[in-house]
């Protein structure tokens, strides 16, 4: 199966802060998922992104398909922005996650 | 509702025992997936639905794990002789149609004691 990288596992951020996060992903892909769990466990959907660029508010999201790596990028960090941010990608239909970027915003 | 939801929330068990775990997806989405998290770790698929029929069931870890779909909307994981190592979250998604973005459920989240 394909498999899916993310960097870096943890990141710590004074709030107002910016910060990438990246995805590497072993063969082609036809989409890809941005999540954030959230400390109770749900998962939110960020973007459903192939390819481009895309933004929503404060994140936005890269992906390379022809390059296997998907960026998300997250401006003017807040609290609430703690928690793991996952990104997922389609083989047969089912989702391969990364072990996911652990996130935490300081007052 | 609007989203995916999932009972019971939580469910606390002996090793040994039966666990049934129910999914409502999104009204209208004819694909529906199961997936284990644990701790520390991202969701694992398990299997996925289109329909009534299972199409994929490749990420059951073995036959003491079944899921069903009789009337192609909500879904029931059941877990037969529960072992210890079978305690996670276990997440439901649903999503238009096979392939297209999958919406997830908050989660039960079971422990076999």
């Known amino acids: 199966g394909i498999q899916v990288e993310q960097s870096p596992p943890d990141l710590i951020l004074q709030e107002g802060a910016n910060s990438t996060l990246r995805c590497n992903f072993s063969?082609?892909?036809?989409?890809l998922q941005w999540f954030h769990q959230n400390p109770w466990g749900q998962l939110i959907n960020l973007f459903y992104?192939?390819?481009g660029t895309k933004q929503n508010g404060r994140l936005s999201a890269t992906t390379v398909a022809t390059e296997r790596y998907s960026l998300l990028y997250i401006s003017s960090s807040q609290t609430t922005d703690s928690g793991v941010y996952f990104c997922?990608?389609?083989?047969?239909?089912?989702?391969?996650f990364g072990a996911g970027t652990t996130v935490t915003v300081r007052a | 509702g609007a989203g995916v939801s999932q009972t019971p929330s939580n469910k606390v068990t002996e090793k040994g025992k039966y666990v049934e775990l129910r999914c409502d997806p999104i009204?209208?989405?004819?694909?529906l997936y199961w997936y284990r998290q644990s701790l520390g770790q991202g969701p694992e698929f398990l299997i996925y639905?289109?329909?009534?029929?299972?199409?994929?069931d490749s990420g059951l870890p073995n036959d003491r794990f079944f899921a069903v779909r009789p009337e192609g909307s909500v879904s029931t994981l059941k877990i037969q002789r529960t072992e210890r190592g079978d305690s996670a979250v276990y997440l439901c998604?649903?999503?238009?149609?096979?392939?297209?973005?999958?919406?997830f459920g908050p989660g039960t989240r079971l422990t076999v004691l």
């Open positions: 998604a649903s999503s238009f149609s096979g392939g297209n973005e999958q919406f």
């Open positions: 063969d082609s892909v036809n989409n």
């Open positions: 992104i192939p390819s």
């Open positions: 997922a990608v389609p083989s047969d239909y089912k989702l391969s």
């Open positions: 009204s209208g989405h004819t694909a």
């Open positions: 639905f289109q329909g009534t029929g299972a199409a994929d």
